[in-house]
């Protein structure tokens, strides 16, 4: 079968790669729509953890094309959506319940094979089926799974009033599941008008359209929007010209949330007396944990709707482009559809 195969940072190939046969438990996959993410962008340069020889691609929905002897409640034929973490159940972190810090943690996509191939092994535990849930909404699995998991680290109180920075896809599945969750006011603010205009169609209250290299220009904007700040201010974006200056728009007694993935290197100053002082918590939310089964729920209920996020769409052979896209200021979501 043919994939995107990594042997060091920013160097891949499509390549022909032999299948191996299935162990235990595990599902041969085929893949239909894999997903592309910031995540990627920093594996092509090395960074999160890779594994080399590496085929990313971590947000996978395929269909079940064999399966080992002993693999119960999944069916040759299934479609369904790859939660791509693999957790070792016996470090001491796994045996509380907290496999987000694994020990011997390892991702499809990052230390395993991912999505960007014809085919994926996955465990047929972490293999959910998604009936007949539109591809485009399927391909969303992942990100909701990971928006899941972030409003659990939040824990919103009702009728907060909520800043979202960024306007990513995840910043839109945040925000779509915010609106729906009991927030008295959402407000996302990001340097792209599009994406704030896709946010307002699903039911944001306010968009500000920030700089993101001179935040502080925006900051009257939201000053004038929360005069003693927001409830939960939610950076969902990354950009360390952003986090450096948001404090103050967070509410004495709220929540600032680092969603967004920074470079692994990057710092940021903060004012100790400022956090002791207004009682500021300081939330970060990584990744998923079991967020598979209610990314589903909410996206079949509509709570999450596509309508306007995937704008993309590439072969495997166009994978390079795919990278591109992420940086293209017209597109909101990219995904590979390896048969193409
Ligand atoms: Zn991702
Ligand atoms: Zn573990």
Known sequence: MRAVVYHQPELYKIEEVPERPLAAGE??????????????????????????????GHEIVGEV???????????????VAVDNTIHCMHCENCKRGDF????????????????????????????????????DAAALIEPTACVVHGLDVLDLQPAADVL?????PTSQILAQLIVHGGASRVTIAA????????????????????DRNDFTASADQLRTLAPHGFD??????????????????????GTLMIYGMASETSTIEIHPYEIFRREIQIKGSFAHAYGFARAIQFLRAGKVDP??????????????????????????????EPQR
Request: aromatic share 6%.
């Open 65 to 79: 094309v064999e399966m080992a002897d002993d693999v119960v409640d999944l069916a040759v034929g299934d479609r």
């Open 307 to 336: 309508s306007g996020i995937i704008t993309h769409r590439y072969s495997l052979d166009q994978y390079d482009q795919a990278l591109a896209s992420l940086r293209a200021p017209g597109c909101l979501k990219a995904v590979v």
């Open 191 to 210: 340097p792209t008008q599009f994406k704030l205009d896709v946010a307002a169609s699903h039911g944001v209250n306010q968009t500000v359209l920030l």
């Open 232 to 253: 939960a201010v939610i950076e969902a974006s990354g950009a360390i010209g952003v986090l450096q200056h948001v404090l103050p728009h967070v509410k004495s007694g």
């Open 27 to 56: 599902v041969r996959v085929r893949n239909l729509v894999v997903g592309v993410c910031g995540t990627d962008a920093h594996l092509h340069v090395g960074e999160f953890g890779p594994r080399w020889p590496l085929t990313p």
């Open 164 to 168: 979202i920075i960024g306007a990513g």
């Open 100 to 135: 987000n810090f694994c020990l011997n943690g390892v991702a499809l996509g990052v230390q395993a094979p991912g999505g960007f191939a014809e085919t994926t092994i996955a465990s047929g535990t972490k293999c959910y089926p998604i009936g007949d849930l539109d591809l």
